[in-house]
């Protein structure tokens, strides 16, 4: 084709992905390898999970809810993906990390701008953390852009007020900084869609399929902290995080708060 690339690595530009993977160690350390790649990879995963977040915000700002079902099809299946690397991050043994640990320096998962951006689209509106990227303006400026903008669940409410549901002007139009932490009115909303699934099939699967991304992301916390356990135990982690109590801390977190309080009204009226 034309104007395309000529081979497999030029279409990948696998020269310089393939580059990216330099150790601190020469020669390197027996896991300094693994423990770059695994993070590498799984900030590849993030961005595209990202990506088909956003698509599928889009899809549901423009009532094309199929579509944006078929985007969460897809966010479902990355997370499957994401979830299954710390299996291999287990291969590494304490003493393995050890060799190299100090060679990270003031680094940290907890600097990983793709991951806020996971979580602002998410709705888990902390601008607390662009203080963690202030010495970087291009980052900073995304974060921020980011955590101004609508977040799924919010394009979720909106879908639903156009669906004839009666939800408040100052939830459908808010500063979309601040994180949701549940509104009444949107609970009255899912609980009509919950008693009446077969009248309301699409919003339903909605309502499931958002839960379905909130228990994949739950269960990848829990295992990320496992493995962090499994390593340090509960030391601090690299650059000046709490590690162990501070993953711990993120299970309570929650992103669709309304769905999980349907349950408690379903089932205790």
Not at 32 to 51: C, G, P, T
Not at 128 to 150: I, N, S
Not at 219 to 225: K, L, Q, S, V
């Amino acid at each position: 084709m034309a104007g395309g690339r000529a081979t497999y690595s030029d279409f990948l530009q696998l020269d310089t992905l393939l580059d990216l993977q330099r150790t601190l160690h020469d020669p390197p350390q027996r896991d300094e390898l693994l423990f770059i790649v695994i993070h590498q990879v799984s900030e590849l995963w993030l961005k595209l999970m990202h990506h088909e977040l956003v698509e599928a915000r889009r899809e549901i700002a423009g009532d094309a809810l199929p579509q944006a079902l078929k985007h969460f099809a897809r966010v479902k299946a990355i997370q499957e993906q994401l979830i299954a690397a710390w299996k291999v991050l287990n291969t590494m043994t304490p003493a393995d990390y050890l060799e190299f640990r100090d060679a990270l320096g003031t680094s940290s998962g907890f600097q990983s701008w793709g991951y806020r951006l996971v979580e602002y689209i998410l709705g888990n509106k902390d601008a607390a953390f662009l203080d963690v990227h202030r010495d970087d303006a291009t980052v900073a400026a995304r974060l921020k852009a980011a955590l101004g903008e609508p977040s799924l669940y919010d394009e979720v409410l909106r879908l639903l007020a156009r669906r004839g549901f009666r939800l408040p002007v100052n939830l459908l139009e808010r500063d979309w900084r601040r994180p949701l932490a549940g509104h009444p009115a949107a609970v009255e909303a899912w609980l009509t869609i919950y008693r009446n699934p077969r009248d309301h099939w699409d919003l339903y699967d909605l309502g499931e399929k958002l839960m379905d991304m909130e228990g994949l992301f739950q269960r990848w916390r829990f295992d990320h902290m496992s493995a962090v356990e499994r390593v340090i135990g509960h030391q601090p982690g690299t650059g000046g995080s709490a590690g162990v109590a501070f993953l711990k801390k993120a299970l309570d977190q929650r992103f669709f708060h309304d769905l999980y309080e349907v349950r408690n009204r379903l089932i205790y009226g």
